[in-house]
């Protein structure tokens, strides 16, 4: 896509797993952690984020859903 910043740059990625190759890249970081059921780091707070746990529970109390 034309307009896809992803793989252009990482500015505007929030996980601050800088040794993480997805990094940037939202097609590739959505689809690792869709395959092991999570959530990418993006969805969290920046407490919760730095956590890196990517589960649906760590977000859900982290966003006062569950
Ligand atoms: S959220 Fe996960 S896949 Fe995405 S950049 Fe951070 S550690 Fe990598």
Not at 7 to 22: E, P, V, W
Not at 23 to 36: S, T
Request: charged fraction near 25%.
């Amino acid at each position: 896509m034309e307009n896809c910043i992803s793989g252009k740059t990482a500015a505007h990625c929030s996980c601050t797993c800088t040794a993480c190759d997805k990094r940037g890249n939202c097609c590739m970081c959505v689809a690792y952690h869709n395959e092991r059921g999570e959530i990418p780091g993006c969805f969290f707070s920046a407490d919760a984020e730095r956590s890196y746990d990517r589960s649906l529970a760590r977000l859900g109390k982290d966003r006062g859903i569950f």
